[in-house]
C-alpha cells in the first residue's frame, strides 16, 4: 500500500512538472512579442525555450511509456506550438526553392573578432580567400579591423570587390556591385555597436543592404573583470557576480531592443528593397529578432538545411543573421566552419522573384 502511495505522488508530481514546463514553454513562445524595456522578466523566458523544449520531450516520453495519453497530450500539444520556433534553428532542406536560371547574388556577413588582432594579416587573407572561394559579391563585417600591423587590410578587400562603404567604428561593406550612398545608423555615444546601410545598385536594381552589430550581452565581460580581481587577491562573493550578470544580461537585453527599433525604423523607411545582415548578438524567436525581421524573409527559414548555430565552442547559438525583402528568393543558406573568430560567417545566395 506504502509503494502504490509513493507511486501515485510521483506520478503527481511529474504531472505538475509536466504542466509547469507547458506553461513556462507557451509563455517563452510569447516572450519573443514582450519588449525588454517594459516587460524584461517575459521576455527573458524566450532564452530557456531550448531547456523547457528538451524537458517536454522528456515529459512526452514518459507519459508514452506510462500509456497515459491523455498526460501526453499536454507536452505533445506544446512542442506542436514550438514548430515556428524550431524552425529557426533546424530545418530539413527537403523544400529548398529552385534557382530558375536566374543571376545569382551572393551575400555574406561575418563577425571576425578584428581578425584576432594578429599582426600578419594572414586571418585577413584567408577570409578573403574564402569569400572569392564562395564568390561573393556583398559582404557585411562586423568588428572589422583595417589594419594588422602595417598591413592594409581594406587595400587587399577593395582592390578585389571593387567598393566599400564604411560605418563608425567597426562596420563595413564590400561590394562587387557599385556603391550609390551609404550612411550610418547611430547607437549613440555610449556604445561601441553600431548600423549602417549601403544602396548598392545589383543589375539595375538598387538593394539597401543593412549592416548591424547590436549590444553584447556583457556576460564574458563580468567574468573576465571577476577573474581579474581573484587574481589581485579581491574576494568576491557568488551572490555578487549572479547579480552582476543578471543586471548586464537584462541591460544588454534593454540596449539591443532599442537598437533595434532604430534599424527596424530605417528599414521601414527604405525606399529600395531591402538586405539586413549582421550580428545581432541575439536569438531567434526573441524580442530582437522579431523586431528586425518585420516583414523580411528569414534566409535559413527559407532554404537552410541542418541545425544553424553561428557561434564557435560551446556558444552553440545562432545569432548571426541574412534577411531580405520577398521580391527576392533565397536558393542556399549556409555556415562555413572557419576558425577565424568566435563567429562562424554565414553565406546566403538569392535571386530576383520577378
Not at 527576392?328 to 555556415?335: A, M
Request: glycine share 8%; net charge neutral; hydrophobic share 40%.
Amino acid at each position: 500500500m506504502a509503494r502504490l502511495g509513493f507511486y501515485k505522488y510521483i506520478s503527481f508530481m511529474l504531472l505538475v512538472f509536466t504542466l509547469l514546463v507547458s506553461v513556462f514553454t507557451l509563455f517563452g513562445l510569447f516572450g519573443g512579442s514582450a519588449n525588454p524595456v517594459h516587460e524584461t522578466a517575459m521576455a527573458m523566458i524566450v532564452y530557456i525555450l531550448p531547456i523547457l523544449l528538451t524537458c517536454n520531450v522528456a515529459t512526452l516520453i514518459f507519459w508514452l511509456i506510462r500509456r497515459r495519453w491523455h498526460w501526453a497530450s499536454i507536452p505533445a500539444v506544446t512542442l506542436a506550438c514550438c514548430i515556428p520556433y524550431i524552425g529557426t534553428t533546424f530545418q530539413t532542406g527537403l523544400f529548398t526553392p529552385g534557382d530558375e536560371g536566374k543571376e545569382h547574388i551572393n551575400i555574406a556577413t561575418y563577425n571576425v573578432a578584428l581578425f584576432g588582432k594578429e599582426l600578419m594579416g594572414f586571418k585577413a587573407e584567408d577570409i578573403l580567400s574564402e569569400m572569392k572561394r564562395q564568390e561573393v559579391g556583398i559582404l557585411c563585417f562586423q568588428e572589422y579591423k583595417q589594419f594588422s600591423g602595417n598591413k592594409d587590410n581594406t587595400e587587399k578587400y577593395v582592390k578585389h570587390f571593387g567598393h566599400m562603404a564604411k560605418g563608425r567604428e567597426d562596420m563595413v561593406i564590400f561590394s562587387s556591385y557599385p556603391i550609390k550612398a551609404h550612411s550610418i545608423i547611430d547607437f549613440g555615444p555610449n556604445t561601441n555597436n553600431s548600423a549602417m546601410w549601403a544602396d548598392i545598385l545589383v543589375k539595375g536594381q538598387t538593394y539597401r543592404v543593412f549592416n548591424a552589430h547590436l549590444q553584447t550581452t556583457g556576460f564574458n565581460r563580468v567574468l573576465h573583470h571577476a577573474a581579474k580581481e581573484e587574481m589581485a587577491g579581491h574576494k568576491l562573493e557568488e551572490n555578487a557576480i549572479i547579480r552582476a550578470i543578471y543586471d548586464n544580461y537584462t541591460l544588454g537585453m534593454v540596449n539591443r531592443a532599442i537598437q533595434a527599433d532604430l534599424v527596424a525604423k530605417e528599414i521601414a523607411q527604405s525606399p529600395h528593397p531591402v538586405i539586413l545582415c549582421g550580428d545581432f548578438n541575439d536569438v531567434p524567436y526573441s524580442y530582437v529578432y522579431n523586431l528586425m525581421k518585420g516583414e523580411l524573409v528569414d534566409g535559413f527559414k527559407e532554404c537552410g538545411q541542418g541545425w544553424m548555430y553561428t557561434m564557435r565552442g560551446k556558444k552553440r547559438v545562432r545569432i548571426d543573421y541574412i534577411f531580405h525583402d520577398k521580391s527576392l528568393t533565397g536558393i542556399s543558406y549556409k555556415r562555413e566552419d572557419l576558425s577565424y573568430s568566435d563567429h562562424y560567417p554565414v553565406f546566403m545566395t538569392v535571386v530576383r522573384s520577378n
